[in-house]
Structure formats: C-alpha cells, structure tokens
C-alpha cells in the first residue's frame, strides 16, 4: 500500500524532470518564461490560443508557464497528482484546432488517454493502471489544440464531493488552504483557480463539475446527457447521470471546447438535436426574455445557509433587472424515491467498477485498498439484485416524468449550488471508519442538495460565481436548462458574466501572486 502523496516544491520538479520530457524542459525556478505569471494568468484559454495563432507565443513557451505555475502552486494545494510526459511532436501537432497549444489538465478519472495512468483516486489501482488507448473525448481534446499536462485529484471513483482520497492526500482550496476545493473534480478547479491552467477536464454525476466550480469561483457546465460522447469504454456512465466536459474561468471557453467536443461517435446509446449554431456565437447574444423558477429548498436531507438564501434572492433580482420574469418556484416530484433510486445506482455503478478492475490490476478488493464508504458501497453493489437494479432504473424514469412537466412551464430554473459556503477539509471525511454507503450517501447530498436532481433528468445545469461569502469566499448559483438547450445556458450566462464580471477575481493561492 502506497501512503498518501505530500509533495514540496523541490520535490515536485524533481519529479517532472525524471519523466524525462522530451521537447519541453522546465523551467528553473526563478527563469522568465516568454509570459510573465501576470500574463499568462490573466489569459483564459481563448486569449492564450490567440497569442499563439499570432505568434506571439509557442505551445512549448505556454507549457512552460504552466509548468511554472505547477511547481510553485501545486505543493501548497495538491491539485496535480501526475504529470504527463509532452515531446516537441505532441507540441506540434497541437497547433492547429480552436486552443491550439493551451495547457490542459484530466481528471484521474473515466476519461482515457493512451498509456497515461489512470488511478481514480484508489490504492486499488494505484501505480498498476493505464489507459490501453485514448477515449473518443480525448481524441477531441487532443483536436481541439489542448496539450495535456498532467492528472488532477479526485476521490476515490469520484464519490464524493469534496476530494481528500486517502491515496492521495486532500486537494486545499486556494480561496482558504483548510477548506475543500469540492468534487469530484477537485483537482480540477483548484488548479485552474490557482493558475496553473486555464482550464481543465472534469466529469459530473451528481454535481462534480458545479459544486467544485462554486467552491473555487469558475464557470462549471454539465451538459445535457448524449451532448459529449463517453465512449468507446464506456456507453452510459452511472446509469445515464455521469458526463464528461471541463471547467473554466470564463463562459466563452466552455463554450468553445463545447463545440469543439459534442456530438455523438459511433455505438452511442443517445443521439439528441445537434446545436443550431456554435455555443461561441451564444455567449455574446442577449437572450430573449426568459420565464426564471427559483427556490432555496434543500429538501429533506438538510437546510440552507442564511447566506446562500440571501445570494440566491439577489441574483433572482438581477434576473428581474435584466428583463426577465422571475417568481418563486420548484419542481414537484418523489424525494424519497429519488434518493433511493440514487443510492442503488450509485453503489451498483461503483461495484461493478471496482468488480470489473480488480482482475485486471491483479487486486482483489480489500479494506485495504478501499475507503470505508468505497467497500460498504462495493458490498451493497454486489448484494443487490438485478430486479432491484431495474426497479432503481423505473424509479428513475418516475422522477423523470414528474420533473419534465415544470420545465415546459419555465425557461431555467436557478437554485444555489451548495447549501453552504466552502466547508472545513475531513468534514466529508469518506474513509470514516464503519461508514455505510448509505451513511455516506445522505452526507454528501445534505451538503449538495440541489445538483443531483438534473444528472438523473439529464438536464444542462451551470455553476456560476456570481456571489461571496462574508469571509469572501466564493458561493456558486445554478442554472438549469431546458433538456437539450445549452444555448440559452450560454445565452443567459454571457449576459451575467458581463453584468457581474468575475474573471478578475483571485484566490490568495494564485500563480500570479506567488511566482510575479
């Protein structure tokens, strides 16, 4: 068994240098790259991949930056758990596509890229498993320009929503180094709040892309289920709920790297309505006037902090303010049956992870190299039925069915997306000896109450840092879609972004702050 990794800075760049990267030397502490920190910090992936097309920059120069960004940050945080190796012709083929030669970061977890470990957070899999090849979403990725870096931390199989796997050691918030940077996708929005990338792969089954998003201050989209391919490994991720896209800092990148990845590739189980026109043109048109819900209610596992309630109400007076029509108003559907439908895919998803790895990294699986929550949930997955399996699957098209009719009557839908600010690292704690997988089920969704709903609906859903805590840190909203309908998504978040700008906000832990 591997302990959990603590890195200095030191011994951060001693370890990138061993991967012997070809092509694409660090840079020594203290050496200027082609941006100063400043500059390559206030770039978001569009404005790096301009300078660029311009010639103003190399992709090796950019990667540079990032590597000197990651060196600096990194230990203080401990987003990045891996780097990964870039030679000159990687580089290369990296200039062309919409972010041609944009520094990028993967999730350690579901997406595939050929020969790079993919650990998911697990002393299961830890330094036994690699990707065989690349996955049709990081065929897109490689596509659209970016160059792959290294591999963000996440929590064991991504089952949770603040990221303190105990393989490899918590992920800090660069807003307050004691509180959680979210998850799953953890590693993910920490290093793009601290600067290291602009931005950064990251997947959502129950609010993985939002939540982290809201405890960093980014921009988050889920897109709607079908949008991006999971393939070829895998065809419905959690049953239906899980996606893969990114987070950014800034709307029009989501919405770049969206059209640059969705559509459908070959043996997907869904194919929805291609966009009528490139998400980039949505961001910089002005929505019609939009019919908005909003409601606080967390519902029965749990209540809304005072704070979040009063962040809510002022962006549903911002909405008014901005032409729209807004009331107070929520879905109406089963909770009860939700939740347990929730539960049962969760842990049967899980299980059979865990059940179809294990032969191949030659483990068997252990209290020793799983979590307490990841081994009751493995327990409960294998004792299920499959009768039990296909009723979770009813009940989920039951919430389906109750929750569509209100979205026909409004346009979105805005609700917080925590119940509360940024919470204190080991408050999540998923490794707690004894811990069941329903125990830790109803912990994780009493502190994210409002997200999960729409990953069993397959609705779009946004996170946007549109608010702050009394201490400053950040509190996310999100908006929900019409199913299919990422453009007045994008639409609605351009014309927010511009109203209540955030892409100058910066975490004390910043790139800029500690290398400038």
Same mark, same amino acid.
């Given at each position: 068994?591997?302990?959990?990794?603590?890195?200095?800075?030191?011994?951060?760049?001693?370890?990138?240098?061993?991967? +012997?990267?070809?092509?694409?030397?660090?840079?020594?502490?203290?050496?200027? =790259?082609?941006?100063?920190?400043?500059?390559?910090?206030?770039?978001?992936?569009? &404005?790096?991949?301009?300078?660029?097309?311009?010639?103003? %920059?190399? #992709?090796?120069?950019?990667?540079?930056?990032?590597?000197?960004?990651?060196?600096? %940050?990194?230990?203080?945080?401990?987003?990045?758990? &891996?780097?990964?190796?870039?030679?000159? +012709?990687?580089?290369?083929?990296? #200039?062309?596509?919409?972010?041609?030669?944009?520094?990028?970061?993967?999730?350690?977890?579901?997406?595939?890229?050929?020969?790079?470990?993919?650990?998911?957070?697990?002393?299961?899999?830890?330094?036994?498993? $690699?990707?065989?090849?690349?996955?049709?979403?990081?065929? $897109?990725?490689?596509? =659209?320009?970016?160059?792959?870096?290294?591999?963000?931390?996440?929590?064991?199989?991504?089952?949770?929503?603040?990221?303190?796997?105990?393989?490899?050691?918590?992920?800090?918030?660069?807003?307050?180094?004691?509180?959680?940077?979210?998850?799953?996708?953890? +590693?993910?929005?920490?290093?793009?709040?601290?600067?290291?990338?602009?931005?950064?792969?990251?997947?959502?089954?129950?609010?993985?892309?939002?939540?982290?998003?809201?405890?960093?201050?980014?921009?988050?989209?889920?897109?709607?289920?079908?949008?991006?391919?999971?393939?070829?490994?895998?065809? /419905?991720?959690?049953? +239906?709920?899980?996606?893969?896209?990114?987070?950014?800092?800034?709307? $029009?990148?989501?919405?770049?790297?969206?059209?640059?990845?969705?559509?459908?590739?070959?043996? /997907?189980?869904?194919?929805?309505?291609?966009?009528?026109?490139?998400?980039?043109?949505?961001?910089?048109?002005?929505? $019609?006037?939009?019919?908005?819900?909003?409601?606080?209610?967390?519902?029965?596992?749990?209540?809304?902090?005072?704070?979040? !309630?009063?962040?809510?109400?002022?962006?549903?007076?911002?909405?008014?303010?901005?032409?729209?029509?807004?009331?107070?108003?929520?879905?109406?559907?089963?909770?009860?049956?939700?939740?347990?439908?929730?539960?049962?895919?969760?842990?049967?998803?899980?299980?059979?992870?865990?059940?179809?790895?294990?032969?191949?990294? &030659?483990?068997?699986?252990?209290?020793?190299?799983?979590?307490?929550?990841?081994?009751?949930?493995?327990?409960?997955?294998?004792?299920?039925?499959?009768?039990?399996?296909?009723?979770?699957?009813?009940?989920?098209?039951?919430?389906?069915?109750?929750?569509?009719?209100?979205?026909?009557?409004? /346009?979105?839908?805005?609700?917080?997306?925590?119940? #509360?600010?940024?919470?204190?690292?080991?408050?999540?704690?998923?490794?707690?000896?004894?811990?069941?997988?329903?125990?830790?089920?109803?912990?994780?969704?009493?502190?994210?109450?409002?997200?999960?709903?729409?990953?069993?609906?397959?609705?779009?859903?946004?996170?946007?840092?549109?608010?702050?805590?009394?201490?400053?840190?950040?509190?996310?909203?999100?908006?929900?879609?019409?199913?299919?309908?990422?453009?007045?998504?994008?639409?609605?978040?351009?014309?927010?972004?511009?109203?209540?700008?955030?892409?100058?906000?910066?975490?004390? !832990?910043?790139?800029?702050?500690?290398?400038?």
């Amino acid at each position: 068994m591997n302990p959990p990794r603590s890195t200095t800075r030191r011994q951060f760049v001693q370890s990138a240098a061993a991967l +012997g990267v070809s092509g694409l030397p660090l840079m020594p502490v203290g050496a200027r =790259a082609a941006l100063s920190p400043a500059e390559y910090t206030r770039h978001d992936a569009t &404005g790096l991949a301009a300078l660029v097309r311009k010639g103003e %920059v190399s #992709a090796q120069e950019l990667a540079q930056c990032a590597h000197a960004a990651m060196s600096t %940050v990194n230990p203080r945080i401990n987003a990045v758990i &891996g780097l990964i190796a870039v030679d000159a +012709g990687a580089l290369q083929q990296a #200039a062309s596509g919409p972010f041609q030669g944009v520094p990028f970061l993967l999730k350690d977890v579901a997406i595939g890229a050929q020969g790079v470990p993919r650990e998911m957070g697990s002393r299961l899999l830890q330094g036994v498993f $690699r990707s065989q090849h690349d996955s049709y979403l990081m065929t $897109r990725f490689r596509k =659209a320009g970016l160059v792959s870096l290294g591999r963000t931390n996440t929590p064991e199989f991504a089952f949770n929503v603040s990221t303190e796997p105990a393989a490899f050691g918590p992920t800090r918030n660069p807003w307050d180094l004691r509180l959680s940077a979210g998850g799953s996708s953890g +590693g993910s929005a920490a290093a793009v709040a601290a600067g290291i990338v602009p931005m950064a792969h990251a997947t959502d089954g129950g609010g993985s892309i939002r939540i982290p998003a809201a405890h960093n201050g980014l921009f988050g989209l889920k897109p709607t289920r079908g949008r991006v391919s999971p393939g070829p490994e895998v065809a /419905d991720p959690l049953f +239906g709920m899980g996606v893969d896209f990114a987070l950014s800092r800034s709307v $029009r990148d989501s919405a770049a790297l969206l059209d640059a990845v969705e559509g459908p590739a070959p043996g /997907d189980p869904y194919t929805i309505a291609r966009p009528q026109r490139p998400y980039a043109i949505e961001v910089h048109t002005a929505p $019609r006037r939009l019919k908005v819900a909003f409601h606080v209610d967390a519902g029965q596992l749990g209540s809304t902090d005072p704070q979040v !309630v009063s962040a809510v109400r002022k962006t549903a007076n911002l909405l008014q303010s901005l032409g729209h029509h807004v009331e107070e108003a929520q879905p109406k559907y089963d909770e009860e049956l939700f939740h347990a439908a929730n539960l049962r895919l969760w842990t049967a998803f899980l299980a059979s992870g865990v059940a179809a790895l294990s032969p191949v990294v &030659g483990r068997v699986p252990s209290p020793e190299n799983l979590e307490s929550s990841s081994w009751s949930s493995y327990l409960a997955g294998k004792r299920m039925t499959a009768l039990e399996l296909a009723e979770a699957q009813a009940w989920m098209n039951a919430i389906c069915r109750q929750v569509a009719p209100f979205f026909s009557q409004y /346009d979105v839908l805005l609700t917080p997306v925590m119940a #509360a600010p940024p919470l204190p690292l080991g408050t999540l704690n998923a490794n707690e000896a004894g811990l069941s997988a329903e125990a830790h089920y109803r912990r994780v969704f009493q502190h994210a109450p409002f997200t999960a709903l729409y990953n069993m609906t397959g609705q779009p859903a946004m996170s946007l840092p549109l608010a702050s805590s009394h201490e400053g840190l950040p509190i996310g909203m999100q908006i929900v879609g019409q199913y299919g309908d990422e453009a007045t998504l994008f639409q609605l978040a351009g014309q927010l972004e511009r109203a209540l700008p955030w892409a100058q906000r910066r975490p004390p !832990v910043h790139a800029s702050h500690v290398m400038g």
